[in-house]
């Protein structure tokens, strides 16, 4: 049976009156380039920050690689980006990562040019930090959390505020650091296409808690076409369904709609039959999903997220 690299079970986090997390269960596996979705607030951040070990839970258990909260060697396989990087204005990259390095007594001295290498600095190292473009410091801020020669790296909105173009870059720099060099990502942005585009995994949280974990598989699935059914009684509706599609997959909205997820090119059986058992149908059309509105299907409400 395989190790996790990241396992988290039963996480809590309460400040006072306020949960920010609930209940919280996850299980990281190598390879897996998972996407952590939600609205603001939703827990994201804190999440992440636990996993870091910036703040601590007020109760569940999190073991990295299976090894318990806050083993060093661990820890040392982990890269995070969380928030801004302290850099200095004055040092270049080299400079820069030789402090951190120092500072993170990691031995080898090379391990800098094989990071900006990787990265695509490498002929950017003797620029001033302070001459640097954002995608440039945002390559910066990933170079530093691959200093340890990390299997699993923390990304919290590693994209935010880049332009279309750098936003590019760093997807591919994130593809191949997983493809190439067999790095697990656990990820979060608010820019959903970003994420559609690479993660393997879903996992959908609103206020505090898990609501959702799927596979890219199955969301590609879910995301594909599918019928959006309006009815005056969706309980008669379901009933009739089930009984004449057995594996039938299907979700039922508020206002009385439906979304069937197969069986799309039987529109015309569907509809017959729910006449059949007088159900008024007063809309039936084939539709079709992104990641956002997967999401906004979930949650509903304004999604705090973008899509470009």
Not at 111 to 130: C, T
Not at 166 to 187: A, C, D, S
Not at 216 to 245: P, Y
């Amino acid at each position: 049976m395989k190790t996790p690299v990241l396992k988290i079970t039963n996480l809590e986090k309460r400040y006072k009156h306020q949960v920010a997390l609930e209940s919280t269960n996850l299980e990281l596996y190598q390879g897996e380039i998972c996407a952590i979705i939600g609205k603001n607030g939703a827990g994201k951040s804190t999440l992440f920050k636990m996993i870091a070990e910036e703040t601590f839970p007020t109760k569940g258990e999190i073991t990295l690689f299976g090894e318990p909260y806050g083993k060093h060697n661990a820890r040392e396989r982990m890269g995070v980006m969380i928030e801004t990087n302290v850099f200095f204005d004055n040092f270049n990259a080299a400079q820069n990562l030789e402090y951190y390095r120092l500072q993170r007594g990691i031995p080898e001295k090379a391990i800098i040019g094989k990071v900006l290498n990787r990265i695509g600095l490498a002929e950017h190292q003797r620029k001033k930090f302070s001459e640097y473009s954002l995608g440039m410091k945002q390559r910066l801020s990933l170079a530093l959390a691959l200093l340890s020669s990390p299997d699993f790296l923390l990304l919290d909105e590693p994209i935010n505020g880049l332009d279309v173009e750098g936003m590019v870059e760093m997807r591919q720099l994130f593809l191949k650091l997983n493809q190439e060099h067999q790095i697990t990502i656990l990820i979060s942005s608010h820019i959903l296409s970003e994420l559609q585009s690479i993660a393997t995994r879903f996992v959908f949280l609103n206020k505090g808690k898990v609501i959702q974990d799927l596979s890219r598989k199955k969301l590609l699935g879910m995301s594909q076409q599918f019928i959006l059914l309006r009815v005056n009684d969706a309980k008669k509706a379901c009933f009739i369904l089930e009984n004449n599609f057995v594996d039938i997959n299907y979700k039922v909205l508020a206002s009385q709609q439906l979304e069937i997820y197969n069986y799309i090119a039987d529109r015309q059986k569907i509809n017959r039959l729910l006449n059949e058992g007088n159900v008024d149908i007063l809309e039936m059309t084939v539709k079709s999903k992104n990641l956002e509105e997967y999401f906004l299907g979930l949650v509903g409400g304004n999604n705090n997220v973008e899509s470009h």
